[in-house]
């Protein structure tokens, strides 16, 4: 009886180690090191962030939410063509993560490049059509190209979409602007 209880430990102590070993070095380690990164961001903790979130991308290169966390992370950290390399990765390696062409398409509007995050936007919108605060972007993406038109039916949608929330108050008052606007010019 002694040696079969022993030889159940040493079957489970080799099992653990394997796992632990895998977890170390495989693609658990990745999960764990983006998940340390994720959890870093939300804390406000940009540089130790990046570090573990590099970690990650380089264990796990076709980890797109490792990509997506570092490009936040570098975001933060000013290192903006960094952030949208790696969020450019992120969409190029789960292209239909509404959240992932929504944070391209934020990245390239700080770059002035809103006619770039237009596309995103839509491939956003249509993965979430209902989505209000994706339609108010959209509508400040189109009023950077001078869409008004756009911009207006957008800003209508997300008016819809939002209701009497914060954002449907935000969405409501861009909306009011932007009608002034157009009322002002000869």
Same mark, same amino acid.
């Given at each position: 009886?002694?040696?079969?209880?022993?030889?159940?430990?040493?079957?489970?102590?080799?099992?653990?180690?394997?796992?632990?070993?895998?977890?170390?070095?495989?693609?658990?380690?990745?999960?764990?090191?983006?998940?340390?990164?994720?959890?870093?961001?939300?804390?406000?903790?940009?540089?130790?962030?990046?570090r573990a979130?590099?970690?990650?991308?380089?264990?796990?290169?076709d980890d797109?939410?490792?990509?997506?966390?570092?490009?936040?992370?570098?975001?933060?950290?000013?290192?903006?063509?960094?952030?949208?390399?790696?969020?450019?990765?992120?969409?190029?390696?789960?292209?239909?993560?509404?959240?992932?062409?929504?944070?391209?398409?934020? &990245?390239?509007?700080?770059? %002035?490049?809103?006619?770039? !995050?237009?596309?995103? *936007? @839509? +491939? /956003?919108? =249509?993965?979430?059509?209902?989505?209000?605060?994706?339609?108010?972007?959209?509508?400040?993406?189109?009023?950077?190209?001078?869409?008004?038109?756009?911009?207006?039916?957008?800003?209508?949608?997300?008016v819809r &979409?939002?209701?009497?929330? %914060?954002?449907?108050?935000? !969405?409501?008052?861009? *909306? @009011? +602007? /932007?009608? =002034?606007?157009?009322?002002?010019?000869?």
């Amino acid at each position: 009886m002694r040696g079969w209880v022993g030889g159940i430990a040493v079957a489970t102590l080799v099992i653990a180690l394997v796992v632990v070993i895998a977890v170390e070095l495989g693609p658990g380690r990745a999960w764990l090191l983006t998940s340390d990164g994720a959890a870093l961001l939300s804390e406000g903790r940009y540089a130790p962030a990046a570090r573990a979130l590099t970690q990650a991308v380089a264990l796990a290169p076709d980890d797109a939410r490792a990509h997506f966390q570092l490009g936040l992370a570098y975001d933060e950290l000013g290192e903006h063509a960094a952030a949208l390399g790696q969020v450019e990765d992120a969409v190029r390696l789960a292209p239909r993560r509404a959240r992932y062409e929504v944070g391209l398409a934020g &990245l390239l509007l700080d770059a %002035a490049r809103a006619p770039e !995050a237009l596309p995103h *936007l @839509r +491939a /956003a919108l =249509a993965l979430e059509p209902r989505a209000a605060d994706v339609r108010l972007l959209m509508a400040e993406a189109l009023r950077r190209t001078g869409d008004r038109a756009g911009m207006t039916r957008e800003y209508r949608a997300a008016v819809r &979409l939002a209701g009497v929330t %914060a954002l449907g108050v935000l !969405a409501r008052v861009q *909306l @009011r +602007a /932007a009608e =002034a606007d157009d009322r002002s010019k000869p």
